[in-house]
């Protein structure tokens, strides 16, 4: 089979998955999660006529002139609104937040006045509207607020309490089971014997999937047999989307695609014109009466790592209904680059945005074998398949690195 192309890889993966469906939850639950449906304000904000400012609610028409003399007859404080109507001649003390009294139309501010028991002296020219926060210049009932697909952040939540939404709808979030797969592989923080290495993979894709939105499920580590990778599998029932880990390629020991096809997984691709990654494959299998997306990564940390970000947080992005799944951002390379290879490259690279356009400097020591690499680095370089040698200044369309 010839290897795919990282894009149309991609878009077979996006074309297979459809949103979720819809819970409601409450405010303190939406940070993160994304709208199933637009909101609409269910009041107007202010809902009243509100004053911007401590001093006195007036009717300008009263303050032809300064100084000008007013009878102040009550007080309207925050939630404690003055119950009577202002006469003319008439000012009621106002403080911020509080409800203008009715026919008032202005507020003076205090440090425009001065005060001698009930009479007010107003020093200063007053216009309707003065210090007045008008009902619904903020947002009316009714008005859209917030947008189908956003991903809800601190200010969306605010937005929505103040216009009155105690729940908000929300795609359900997916459930990713994470299943690390090898016989060299020890849980972190295990004392390494002869030949074993730390599951490092599934903490790492945990926190991708997680910040993309999802829920991880970690199965733990299933050794390179066809049984234990046979009862490791049906542990991801209920899972909406299964990601292996390592063994993927055509060694002896690469046992998970046989292992899932016999759990009756059908896969659309398996290799990947792509470095890192080759070893990608993804399909999809029914268990327990649902359709389940199978991803499987490379073992390689970094390889898995990078493809994660290429193909997971998209898929993640899609079964939550969003748009743009896989945002590039342009930029032009700091240091000449080789000519490539014939798969696209993920360089792992760091970005100045102090600059216009924004520079992309690419490690010089690209070997997948360096986490510390992929954990300095804070964008990849898209380096298209059998590009020729580039030199500084080059434009590059570049991934961020925000996992
Ligand atoms: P494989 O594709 O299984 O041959 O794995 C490729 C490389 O990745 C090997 O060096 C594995 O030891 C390593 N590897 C596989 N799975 C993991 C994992 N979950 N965490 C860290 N390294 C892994
Ligand atoms: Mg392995």
């Not at 008008?134 to 309490?161: M, Y």
């Not at 998209?314 to 014939?342: C, Q």
Request: hydrophobic residues 45%; proline residues 7%; glycine residues 10%.
């Amino acid at each position: 089979m010839a290897l795919l192309p990282v894009a149309e890889a991609l878009k077979r993966v996006l074309a297979s998955a459809t949103p979720l469906g819809t819970e409601l939850i409450g405010l303190r639950q939406a940070l993160g999660r994304t709208l199933a449906e637009h909101i609409e304000a269910r009041v107007d904000n202010p809902p009243f006529d509100a004053s911007a400012m401590d001093g006195y609610a007036v009717r300008a028409v009263d303050v032809p002139q300064v100084p000008t003399i007013l009878t102040m007859i009550g007080e309207s404080g925050a939630g404690r609104p003055f119950s009577g109507e202002i006469a003319p001649g008439d000012t009621v003390r106002i403080f911020t937040g509080a409800p203008l009294p009715t026919r008032s139309d202005a507020v003076v501010i205090q440090e425009n006045t001065s005060a001698d028991g009930s009479r007010i002296t107003i020093q200063d020219p007053v216009k309707p509207g003065d210090n007045v926060r008008p009902t619904g210049q903020d947002f009316r009932k009714g008005q859209r607020l917030l947008e189908k697909g956003k991903r809800l952040t601190a200010r969306d939540i605010l937005l929505a309490a103040a216009a009155g939404h105690a729940t908000l709808p929300v795609v359900r979030r997916p459930i990713v089971a994470l299943l690390s797969t090898g016989d060299e592989l020890v849980e972190p923080g295990t004392e390494l014997g002869q030949g074993q290495i730390s599951a490092s993979n599934s903490f790492g894709l945990a926190a991708v999937v997680e910040a993309a939105g999802g829920e991880a499920r970690v199965l733990g580590i299933a050794r390179d047999t066809l049984q234990s990778l046979a009862a490791a599998l049906d542990q991801a029932a209920g899972a909406d989307v299964l990601v292996t880990i390592g063994g993927a390629s055509v060694g002896d020991h690469d046992l998970v695609r046989p292992a899932l096809e016999k759990a009756g997984a059908k896969l659309d691709f398996y290799k990947i014109a792509m470095r890192p990654g080759k070893p990608l494959f993804f399909g999809s299998r029914t268990i327990g009466g649902s359709r389940q997306h199978c991803l499987g990564l490379p073992g390689n940390p970094v390889s898995s790592l990078i493809c994660s970000r290429v193909f997971l947080v998209p898929l993640i992005g899609r079964l939550l209904g969003r748009e743009a799944p896989l945002e590039s951002i342009d930029a032009v390379l700091a240091e000449p680059l080789p000519a490539n290879g014939s798969r696209e490259h993920y360089m792992r690279a760091r970005l100045d945005l102090s600059t216009s356009p924004a520079r992309a400097a690419p490690f010089k020591n690209q070997d997948s074998g360096l986490i510390t690499a992929l954990q300095n680095a804070d964008c990849l370089i898209v380096v298209p398949a059998d590009a020729p040698a580039q030199a500084a200044g080059t434009p590059v369309k570049v991934l961020k690195l925000d996992i």
